[in-house]
């Protein structure tokens, strides 16, 4: 049994200077910048992003090249890349032996979107290349859905690699997400990812409302 308070909070999605700011006083774990340009949060290449050393960047791309990976990784100091694309064993393999070359000590996580009928097993193959996964809701586009899939199905998930629960969590999944640390399905969860559901506009966060999920989170 995990407790909350060892969990680690993601907040994804974000673009704006002042925002971020207010954000890193909150001291998140992680602050993913999405950088799919289909994104109505795609941060785009004018865009200044501050550096936080206590918070770790994670990039989000979507079926991207590497070279435009490396390039991102190196101008922005990310800390780690989020593929939420189709990219195959072979992309990962190779993006990782890429970021070994350059010695650049950057993660990998791959995203899958989590149907009722989702088989974990396929995701062996992902394990050597990737250092963590994320589930998230299946949807008819990349990326998130603002909607939770059931975590339920997690209890069939026996590989070793920790992974990311991400998927429409609200300040409203908090009992749930008390209840889903309490057994076996929530064994390799490491990060919750929010994004949507704490928006007063797309890339814009509600700071106070962000502040207070992380309180009664951490409280439980």
């Excluded at 791959?110 to 009722?116: C, E, I, L, N, Q």
């Excluded at 990737?130 to 059931?150: Q, V």
Aim: proline share 4%; charged share 25%; net charge neutral.
């Amino acid at each position: 049994m995990k407790r909350l308070k060892d969990i680690q909070l993601k907040v994804c999605g974000m673009r704006n200077s002042q925002n971020i700011k207010e954000l890193y006083e909150l001291r998140p774990n992680y602050m993913g910048l999405i950088f799919w340009e289909p994104s109505k949060r795609y941060v785009d290449p004018n865009t200044l992003i501050e550096v936080d050393p206590s918070v770790q960047l994670i990039g989000v791309f979507v079926n991207e090249r590497i070279e435009l990976i490396l390039e991102k990784a190196i101008n922005y100091h990310l800390s780690g890349v989020q593929l939420h694309g189709n990219e195959s064993v072979e992309f990962c393999t190779k993006l990782k032996d890429l970021f070994l070359e350059k010695k650049l000590t950057i993660k990998i996580i791959k995203a899958f979107s989590v149907g009722d009928l989702f088989d974990f097993k396929p995701l062996q193959a992902y394990e050597n290349s990737c250092d963590y996964f994320l589930f998230d809701t299946k949807g008819e586009l990349p990326g998130g859905t603002g909607k939770t899939f059931s975590w339920e199905l997690l209890s069939n998930y026996d590989l070793d690699t920790p992974y990311f629960l991400s998927g429409g969590i609200s300040e409203s999944h908090l009992e749930d997400l008390k209840l889903f640390f309490n057994n076996k399905a929530s064994e390799k969860c490491v990060a919750i990812d929010i994004n949507s559901k704490f928006e007063i506009s797309p890339a814009l966060k509600d700071i106070k409302q962000l502040k207070r999920f992380k309180t009664r989170l951490y409280q439980s």
